[in-house]
C-alpha cells in the first residue's frame, strides 16, 4: 500500500529565510509525487509534480522540490519565503497506473514577520 | 479552467439525520473523488467514481455512500449522520488521460451536533 509521512506538524520560519518541508513516501513501484498547498478555507492547489526524470522539479512562486530514490524522501525547498507563503503544504503520492492519490497529513507553516 | 463546485459551503446536522454533499464538475473529467480532512489525519479518501452510475469504495468509506447519476455530479451520501463525521469534505476531479492534477472543491465544512 502507498503511504506518505510529513514529520513535521507545524514549521515556523522568519519572512526571507529559507524553506524545506520534510516528506517521505513509501510505495512498491515508480512514485508519481505532488505537493499541494492549502490556503485558508480553501480547497487545494497544485504546487508542483514528479514524474520519473530530472530529480529537482520547479513549482509556482519559487518552490522546487527533489525526489530522491534512495532515500524515499520528496522534499519541497523555497529560498526565501513571504508571509504570503503562509499555509498548509500537503504531500501526495499515487502510482503511475493508478489514480489513487495518498495524502500525507499535512505541515503547517507559520511565517515570522 | 477547471473548475469543481461544493455545496452547501457548510452544514450543521443534528445526530441520527441525512445528509448530502454534492459536487459539481465542468472539467468534463472522468474521475472524482471525496476526501476527507481532519486534524492530524490529512485527507482520507472515502469513495471515488470512474464512470457515471459506478462507485468505488476508498480507504475509509464506512457510514458514507456515494452517488454518480452524470460524468458532472457526484454526491457524499450521510444516512445516519454521527458526531465522529464532523469534519471539512473535499470533492476533487482528474482527467483520465492526463492522469496528474487534481481539481479540488473549496470544501464542505459539517458539524454534526
Known amino acids: 500500500a502507498q503511504s506518505v509521512t510529513q514529520p513535521d506538524a507545524r514549521v515556523t520560519v522568519s519572512e526571507g529565510a529559507s524553506l524545506q518541508l520534510r516528506c517521505k513516501y513509501s510505495?512498491?513501484?515508480?512514485?508519481?509525487l505532488f505537493w499541494y498547498v492549502q490556503y485558508p478555507r480553501q480547497g487545494l492547489q497544485l504546487l508542483l509534480k514528479?514524474?520519473?526524470?530530472?530529480?529537482v522539479v520547479q513549482g509556482v512562486n519559487g518552490f522546487e522540490a527533489e525526489f530522491s530514490k534512495s532515500n524515499s524522501s520528496f522534499h519541497l525547498r523555497k529560498a526565501s519565503v513571504h508571509w504570503s507563503d503562509w499555509a498548509v503544504y500537503f504531500c501526495a503520492v499515487k502510482g503511475n497506473m493508478g489514480y489513487k492519490l495518498t495524502f500525507g497529513t499535512g505541515t503547517s507553516l507559520l511565517v515570522d514577520p | 479552467e477547471a473548475a469543481v463546485t461544493q455545496s452547501p459551503r457548510s452544514k450543521v446536522a443534528v445526530t441520527g439525520g441525512k445528509v448530502t454533499l454534492s459536487c459539481h464538475q465542468t472539467n468534463n473529467h472522468d474521475y472524482m473523488y471525496w476526501y476527507r480532512q481532519d486534524t492530524g489525519h490529512g485527507l482520507r479518501l472515502i469513495h471515488y467514481?470512474?464512470?457515471?452510475?459506478?462507485?468505488e469504495k476508498g480507504d475509509i468509506p464506512d457510514g458514507y455512500k456515494a452517488s454518480r447519476p452524470s460524468q458532472e455530479n457526484f454526491s457524499l451520501i450521510l444516512e445516519l449522520a454521527s458526531l465522529s463525521q464532523t469534519a471539512v469534505y473535499f470533492c476533487a476531479s482528474i482527467d483520465r488521460e492526463s492522469a496528474e492534477t487534481l481539481y479540488f472543491g473549496s470544501g464542505t465544512r459539517l458539524t454534526v451536533l
Open positions: 467514481s470512474y464512470v457515471a452510475d459506478s462507485t
Open positions: 514528479y514524474y520519473p526524470g530530472d530529480p
Open positions: 510505495y512498491f513501484g515508480t512514485p508519481y
